[in-house]
Nanobody
Framework: QVQLVESGGGSVTTGVSLRLSCEIS????????VAWFRQAPGKEQDYIAA????????YYADSVKGRITISRDHAKSAVYLQMNSLTPNDTATYYC??????????????????WGQGTQVTVSS
């Protein structure tokens, strides 16, 4: 079993930055990916970014490139999502997810085996 716990969400105003954290615990073997998704009210869950936890290769959705950065810290067993220049369109619940084993697919919900409970980000204008 793998446990994922997100934190760092909150209510902010347009233009500020936030860093979300995903703490990982439990049994994780070999290389695996950790991703961030988000779901706005009434909308489908969207893939944002992923990182190969072992070697740090990153992957981004085109819609967030240049504004959002995913990173990891081995010592803290954590993955981070740095989000800059937030707008109300970023309002959503943000989830981290772990994909155990290696796959050529990593952008859909079904690609991931474990999920956190989510952290809410609300951006007001």
């Amino acid at each position: 079993q793998v446990q994922l716990v997100e934190s760092g969400g909150g209510s902010v105003t347009t233009g500020v930055s936030l860093r979300l954290s995903c703490e990982i615990s439990g049994r994780t073997l070999g290389n695996y990916r950790v991703a961030w998704f988000r779901q706005a009210p009434g909308k489908e869950q969207d893939y944002i970014a992923a990182i190969a936890y072992s070697h740090g290769t990153t992957y981004y959705a085109d819609s967030v490139k240049g504004r959002i950065t995913i990173s990891r810290d081995h010592a803290k067993s954590a993955v981070y999502l740095q989000m800059n220049s937030l707008t109300p369109n970023d309002t959503a619940t943000y989830y981290c997810a772990a994909q155990l084993g290696w796959s050529t697919s990593w952008t859909t919900r079904n690609d991931y085996d474990y999920w956190g409970q989510g952290t809410q980000v609300t951006v007001s204008s």
